[in-house]
C-alpha cells in the first residue's frame, strides 16, 4: 500500500445465493466433458484483489468502526465494492461463446461458476483459514467471521454471500454485448462443491474449506439464444449484504459451464447423473492432436503475476532477476510521502510535489490485459479533502489538486548509466497507457507555461467503479497478446490552495489487473 501524507497505496481485488447444498461438501468430479466447445476471451475483474480480512481505508477507518465524520458522503470508509475492501468485493466475468444457440436450438438456461485452487483437476476452494471442513475432521474449519474467526487472524476463505433474494438486473446483472438481457428474469444459488479426495500438495495442506464456491445463474426462459462469438457478461455487486469474500492469500481459478438446462439436478457434478450431456460452452479449452492409435492431450494452464510497490528492482544496485515481481518495502511498507521532505512532508501553496511508485504485469493471456486503478483522493480525519482531476489538466500550483499519471519506466536508469545486458529495460509496453494517463513524462510539474508542465488526472469515482489506466485487450483499443513483462512507473502529484484545510491527508489506491483469455 501506499501512503502519501498523503497516499497509502495497497496494491493488490465473488456472490451468488441461497445455499442449494449449505455447509455440504460434494464431491465435484469432472465439470468438464472431454470435448467441449470452449468459452473465448475470458476475463475476470475483482473490484478488489485485499485479501478477504482486510477492509480499512488509508486512515484505517472500516465497516465496524467508520469515521466518526458524517457528512454528504456519510460515514467514511471503505465501502462494500470498494477497492481496498476485500471482505465485500464484486466480480465482473466476461466470455464468448462458440455455440450458436440459436441455429442449434439450444438457448441458454444456466451458468456455473466454480472457485477452485487449481486450474485443473480436483477441486478445493481457495482460501486460508484453519481446520477441515470434512466429517469427521479432528478441527473444524474456521468461520471467516466472529471473535476467533479468520478476519481477526488475518486469514479468510472465499465465500460466496448472496441469497434467493438477490434481484437481477440490481444485485446481478447478465449482459449480451454489453446490454443487459431484456425480458429474461435470472435467479442465483450457491453451493459448496469440493472433492474430499482432494489431498495436500506442495505447500497446500489439503483441507477443505466448506464454503460456497459453487454459483448457478439460471432462467427459465427459452428467449436467451445467443449467437456465435457473442460476448456475455456476469456482473456481481456488491453491497453490505451481498458480496463474495476474498480468500486470504493465493491466486485462484474459476471454471465455468454454460447449459441447455435450467435444472439444478443437471448442474452440480456428482449429484448430476446427465450434467455433461447439458452443457453447451465450456470455459477450459485443451489441444487434441489424433492419428492413428495415437492419442495427445495437452494444455497450456493461465499464469498471470501482478505486483507492486515503492521501488523498482531495475533501478536499484540489487541482484535480481530480469523481471523479478515488485517486493513489498520491509522499512516503510510500500508508504510514500509526498511534499517538502524538509517541512515534514507537508504541500506548499507555491509549489507542486511529485512521488512514485510502480506496478509489473506479466499474462501468458493471448486476448492481452486491463488495469485498473480504485481509490478516493486525499483526505483527512474531518473529512476535508483534496480536489480531484476527473479531467485531464496541467498541474497548477496554487490550486488544490490531486492526480496521477503514468511515466515510461524505461527512461529510469542506474545511476545514471545503462541497464545492465543480462537485465530487462522496464517498459510498460506492450500494454497502451490511457490517453487521461499519458502526461506523465514531462519533466516540469511546477513551470509557469502550463504547456512544459506535466499532465494528470485522478476520479474519485473510481472508489466504486475501477478506472481503466491502461490497457492492450483485444476489443478494448488493443491488439491483445502475450505479456512478458509490462512496467510502469506512477506519477502523483499534490497541489493545495491557500484556504486549504490543515491536517494529516491519506488514501489508498488499489491497481487491478484483468488477463483476458
Same mark, same amino acid.
Given at each position: 500500500?501506499?501512503?502519501?501524507?498523503?497516499?497509502?497505496?495497497?496494491?493488490?481485488?465473488?456472490?451468488?445465493?441461497?445455499?442449494?447444498?449449505?455447509?455440504?461438501?460434494?464431491?465435484?468430479?469432472?465439470?468438464?466433458?472431454?470435448?467441449?466447445?470452449?468459452?473465448?476471451?475470458?476475463?475476470?475483474?475483482?473490484?478488489?484483489?485485499?485479501?478477504?480480512?482486510?477492509?480499512?481505508?488509508?486512515?484505517?477507518?472500516?465497516?465496524?468502526?467508520?469515521?466518526?465524520?458524517?457528512?454528504?458522503?456519510?460515514?467514511?470508509?471503505?465501502?462494500?465494492?470498494?477497492?481496498?475492501?476485500?471482505?465485500?468485493?464484486?466480480?465482473?466475468?466476461?466470455?464468448?461463446?462458440?455455440?450458436?444457440?440459436?441455429?442449434?436450438?439450444?438457448?441458454?438456461?444456466?451458468?456455473?461458476?466454480?472457485?477452485?485452487?487449481?486450474?485443473?483437476?480436483?477441486?478445493?476452494?481457495?482460501?486460508?483459514?484453519?481446520?477441515?471442513?470434512?466429517?469427521?475432521?479432528?478441527?473444524?474449519?474456521?468461520?471467516?467471521?466472529?471473535?476467533?474467526?479468520?478476519?481477526?487472524?488475518?486469514?479468510?476463505?472465499?465465500?460466496?454471500?448472496?441469497?434467493?433474494?438477490?434481484?437481477?438486473?440490481?444485485?446481478?446483472?447478465?449482459?449480451?454485448?454489453?446490454?443487459?438481457? *431484456?425480458?429474461?428474469?435470472?435467479?442465483?444459488?450457491?453451493?459448496?462443491?469440493?472433492?474430499?479426495?482432494?489431498?495436500?500438495?506442495?505447500?497446500?495442506?489439503?483441507?477443505?474449506?466448506?464454503?460456497?464456491?459453487?454459483?448457478?445463474?439460471?432462467?427459465?426462459?427459452?428467449?436467451?439464444?445467443?449467437?456465435?462469438?457473442?460476448?456475455?457478461?456476469?456482473?456481481?455487486?456488491?453491497s453490505t449484504n451481498r458480496y463474495i469474500t476474498?480468500?486470504?492469500?493465493?491466486?485462484?481459478?474459476?471454471?465455468?459451464?454454460?447449459?441447455?438446462?435450467?435444472?439444478?439436478?443437471?448442474?452440480i457434478p456428482a449429484i448430476a447423473a446427465t450434467?455433461?450431456?447439458?452443457?453447451?460452452?465450456?470455459?477450459?479449452?485443451?489441444?487434441?492432436?489424433?492419428?492413428?492409435?495415437?492419442?495427445?492431450?495437452?494444455?497450456?494452464?493461465?499464469?498471470?503475476?501482478?505486483?507492486?510497490?515503492?521501488?523498482?528492482?531495475?533501478?536499484?544496485?540489487?541482484?535480481?532477476?530480469?523481471?523479478?515481481?515488485?517486493?513489498?518495502?520491509?522499512?516503510?511498507?510500500?508508504?510514500?510521502? /509526498?511534499?517538502?521532505?524538509?517541512?515534514?512532508?507537508?504541500?506548499?501553496?507555491?509549489?507542486?510535489?511529485?512521488?512514485?511508485?510502480?506496478?509489473?504485469?506479466?499474462?501468458?493471456?493471448?486476448?492481452?490485459?486491463?488495469?485498473?486503478?480504485?481509490?478516493?483522493? /486525499?483526505?483527512?480525519?474531518?473529512?476535508?479533502?483534496?480536489?480531484?482531476?476527473?479531467?485531464?489538466?496541467?498541474?497548477?500550483?496554487?490550486?488544490?489538486?490531486?492526480?496521477?499519471?503514468?511515466?515510461?519506466?524505461?527512461?529510469?536508469?542506474?545511476?545514471?548509466?545503462?541497464?545492465?545486458?543480462?537485465?530487462?529495460?522496464?517498459?510498460?509496453?506492450?500494454?497502451?497507457?490511457?490517453?487521461?494517463?499519458?502526461?506523465?513524462?514531462?519533466?516540469?510539474?511546477?513551470?509557469?507555461?502550463?504547456?512544459?508542465?506535466?499532465?494528470?488526472?485522478?476520479?474519485?469515482?473510481?472508489?466504486?467503479?475501477?478506472?481503466?489506466?491502461?490497457?492492450?485487450?483485444?476489443?478494448?483499443?488493443?491488439?491483445?497478446g502475450v505479456i512478458s513483462c509490462a512496467t510502469?512507473?506512477?506519477?502523483?502529484?499534490?497541489?493545495?490552495? *491557500?484556504?486549504?484545510?490543515?491536517?494529516?491527508?491519506?488514501?489508498?489506491?488499489?491497481?487491478?489487473?484483468?488477463?483476458?483469455?
Open positions: 500500500m501506499y501512503t502519501l501524507k498523503s497516499i497509502v497505496q495497497r496494491g493488490t481485488l465473488f456472490g451468488a445465493t441461497a445455499a442449494l447444498v449449505a455447509a455440504a461438501i460434494i464431491p465435484a468430479a469432472s465439470v468438464f466433458a472431454d470435448a467441449l466447445n470452449p468459452l473465448t476471451e475470458r476475463s475476470l475483474l475483482l473490484t478488489s484483489s485485499a485479501p478477504g480480512w482486510q477492509d480499512t481505508d488509508g486512515a484505517g477507518n472500516s465497516e465496524s468502526n467508520p469515521n466518526a465524520w458524517t457528512g454528504p458522503e456519510g460515514n467514511y470508509y471503505s465501502l462494500p465494492g470498494s477497492g481496498p475492501n476485500g471482505k465485500k468485493t464484486g466480480e465482473t466475468f466476461s466470455f464468448r461463446v462458440s455455440t450458436d444457440s440459436a441455429a442449434t436450438s439450444r438457448p441458454i438456461k444456466a451458468f456455473t461458476l466454480q472457485y477452485c485452487t487449481t486450474a485443473a483437476g480436483l477441486c478445493q476452494a481457495p482460501g486460508n483459514n484453519e481446520g477441515d471442513a470434512r466429517s469427521g475432521a479432528t478441527t473444524p474449519r474456521q468461520d471467516n467471521e466472529g471473535a476467533t474467526g479468520g478476519w481477526a487472524n488475518q486469514t479468510s476463505d472465499l465465500n460466496v454471500k448472496y441469497d434467493a433474494a438477490s434481484v437481477s438486473g440490481t444485485d446481478f446483472i447478465v449482459k449480451l454485448n454489453g446490454n443487459p438481457v *431484456a425480458g429474461v428474469d435470472w435467479s442465483i444459488a450457491t453451493s459448496n462443491v469440493e472433492d474430499p479426495g482432494f489431498v495436500a500438495t506442495g505447500g497446500n495442506d489439503g483441507s477443505l474449506t466448506g464454503k460456497q464456491n459453487f454459483v448457478t445463474i439460471s432462467t427459465d426462459s427459452e428467449d436467451f439464444a445467443p449467437a456465435f462469438n457473442d460476448q456475455i457478461t456476469i456482473e456481481f455487486k456488491a476474498n480468500p486470504g492469500k493465493g491466486s485462484f481459478f474459476v471454471k465455468m459451464n454454460t447449459y441447455d438446462s435450467d435444472s439444478v439436478a443437471d448442474h450434467e455433461n450431456t447439458h452443457i453447451i460452452d465450456g470455459g477450459v479449452t485443451v489441444a487434441n492432436v489424433m492419428t492413428d492409435s495415437i492419442h495427445i492431450t495437452t494444455k497450456v494452464l493461465e499464469t498471470m503475476a501482478f505486483s507492486v510497490g515503492v521501488q523498482n528492482p531495475d533501478t536499484q544496485n540489487v541482484q535480481h532477476g530480469s523481471c523479478d515481481a515488485m517486493q513489498v518495502d520491509p522499512i516503510t511498507g510500500n508508504r510514500l510521502s /509526498l511534499g517538502n521532505e524538509n517541512a515534514e512532508y507537508s504541500l506548499e501553496t507555491g509549489t507542486a510535489y511529485d512521488t512514485h511508485s510502480y506496478w509489473r504485469l506479466s499474462s501468458n493471456s493471448s486476448g492481452g490485459a486491463v488495469v485498473y486503478y480504485s481509490g478516493d483522493t /486525499l483526505r483527512n480525519t474531518v473529512g476535508d479533502k483534496i480536489a480531484d482531476m476527473p479531467t485531464k489538466a496541467h498541474s497548477q500550483p496554487g490550486t488544490e489538486q490531486f492526480g496521477l499519471a503514468l511515466v515510461n519506466a524505461g527512461a529510469d536508469t542506474i545511476d545514471g548509466g545503462a541497464f545492465p545486458s543480462n537485465w530487462i529495460t522496464p517498459n510498460i509496453a506492450p500494454l497502451i497507457i490511457g490517453s487521461a494517463y499519458d502526461g506523465g513524462d514531462v519533466a516540469s510539474i511546477s513551470s509557469e507555461t502550463t504547456a512544459n508542465n506535466a499532465e494528470f488526472s485522478f476520479k474519485e469515482s473510481s472508489k466504486s467503479v475501477p478506472e481503466v489506466i491502461a490497457s492492450n485487450a483485444s476489443g478494448a483499443g488493443g491488439e491483445g510502469a512507473k506512477v506519477r502523483y502529484v499534490g497541489n493545495i490552495a *491557500a484556504d486549504t484545510p490543515a491536517g494529516v491527508y491519506t488514501t489508498k489506491i488499489n491497481y487491478l489487473a484483468a488477463p483476458q483469455y
